[in-house]
């Protein structure tokens, strides 16, 4: 927990420059895809409410925006001043609901009791320092009937570029550092726990089924080194003098060998994506 504890704080911290890298490289490649599918599992309707938990800048407040219309609302909740600055700076698209934006942690979200019909949290939970306080609030905003949509990546194993930046990390800066990325967004990958806190807060018909979707980062090796910007190694880099970073860029290329073509890393990403709903009154 105290790794994920380190990524959470790495984020609320971080500049909006810094967070650009992972609005720019992250978010076309990951996790618009991924707010896709995790949408697709809720089937929204035109009108409905959303609360997206965690909703960083936007990627899954602005998709639900799309499905529900100009007749249903978005409330996008973060604690990280940088990435809700990104969010309200984006244009919505077509006929797309309004999307407000609030700053407040997961375990102290500013709405209103049974306000949504729909709730999600993408990549988020396995950050929380209070899990079950976060669920409860979730929980708390959501309608009799309401249904929770959470995706969490599985173990960092089953996403190749990601366990090919572990070991150059590793190699460079040695195994706690390696340690601590991998715990990081990888760090609560077991699906039946996530299954039992989300019972454990009151919800029922829950369901947890894991997924792979594509991943490619056509900018090689290179670009994908450019993900650690926005991770909490980012400092550790920001201290290195050229000749490691040289050295962390060979190791990255090493690593990444056997999933890059023609220039080209492609691979995949590994996420449980869980659903739920709120019992009817």
Same mark, same amino acid.
């Given at each position: 927990?105290?790794?994920?504890?380190?990524?959470?704080?790495?984020?609320?911290?971080?500049?909006?420059?810094?967070?650009?890298?992972?609005?720019? &490289?992250?978010?076309?490649?990951?996790?618009d895809p991924w707010a896709e599918l995790l949408l697709d599992q809720l089937t929204l309707q035109s009108g409905q409410a %959303?609360?997206?938990?965690?909703?960083? @800048? #936007?990627? +899954?407040? *602005?998709?639900?925006?799309?499905?529900?219309?100009?007749?249903?609302?978005?409330?996008?909740? /973060?604690?990280?001043?940088?990435?809700?600055?990104?969010?309200?700076?984006? *244009?919505?698209? #077509?006929?797309?609901?309004? &999307?407000?934006?609030?700053?407040? @942690?997961?375990?102290?979200?500013?709405?209103?009791?049974?306000?949504? /019909? %729909?709730?999600?949290?993408?990549?988020? %939970?396995?950050?929380?320092? /209070?899990?079950?306080?976060?669920?409860?609030?979730?929980? *708390?905003?959501?309608?009799?009937?309401?249904?929770?949509?959470i995706a969490v990546w599985c173990a960092i194993e089953d996403s190749p570029p990601f366990a090919a930046l572990k070991s150059?990390?590793?190699? +460079?800066?040695?195994? /706690?550092?390696?340690?601590?990325?991998?715990?990081?967004?990888?760090?609560?990958?077991?699906?039946?726990?996530?299954?039992?806190? +989300?019972?454990?807060?009151?919800?029922?018909?829950?369901?947890?089924?894991?997924?792979?979707? @594509?991943?490619?980062?056509?900018?090689?090796? #290179?670009?994908?080194?450019?993900?650690? *910007?926005?991770?909490?190694?980012?400092?550790?880099?920001?201290?290195?003098?050229?000749?490691d970073l040289s050295e962390l860029a060979a190791a990255t290329e090493e690593a990444t060998r056997s999933i890059t073509f023609?220039? &080209?890393?492609?691979?995949?990403?590994?996420?449980?994506?869980?659903?739920?709903? +709120?019992?009817?009154?």
């Amino acid at each position: 927990m105290a790794h994920s504890q380190e990524w959470s704080a790495s984020f609320a911290s971080a500049p909006t420059s810094a967070l650009c890298f992972y609005d720019e &490289i992250m978010v076309p490649r990951m996790f618009d895809p991924w707010a896709e599918l995790l949408l697709d599992q809720l089937t929204l309707q035109s009108g409905q409410a %959303v609360l997206d938990v965690a909703c960083g @800048p #936007g990627t +899954v407040a *602005r998709h639900a925006a799309q499905r529900v219309g100009p007749r249903g609302r978005v409330t996008g909740c /973060d604690l990280s001043q940088a990435m809700l600055e990104l969010a309200r700076s984006k *244009r919505s698209v #077509g006929d797309s609901a309004p &999307i407000e934006y609030l700053e407040c @942690p997961a375990d102290s979200l500013r709405v209103a009791d049974d306000a949504f /019909d %729909v709730a999600t949290c993408q990549q988020a %939970v396995q950050f929380f320092p /209070d899990r079950p306080a976060a669920l409860a609030e979730m929980r *708390r905003a959501l309608r009799p009937g309401g249904h929770l949509g959470i995706a969490v990546w599985c173990a960092i194993e089953d996403s190749p570029p990601f366990a090919a930046l572990k070991s150059a990390l590793g190699q +460079v800066l040695g195994t /706690d550092a390696a340690d601590a990325f991998g715990a990081g967004p990888w760090g609560f990958s077991d699906p039946d726990s996530l299954a039992r806190l +989300v019972n454990d807060s009151g919800f029922t018909d829950v369901k947890v089924r894991r997924y792979e979707l @594509p991943l490619v980062f056509e900018g090689g090796p #290179g670009q994908l080194l450019l993900t650690l *910007r926005a991770t909490s190694v980012a400092t550790a880099l920001a201290q290195l003098p050229e000749s490691d970073l040289s050295e962390l860029a060979a190791a990255t290329e090493e690593a990444t060998r056997s999933i890059t073509f023609d220039g &080209i890393v492609r691979s995949h990403a590994t996420s449980n994506i869980l659903t739920a709903q +709120v019992g009817s009154s």
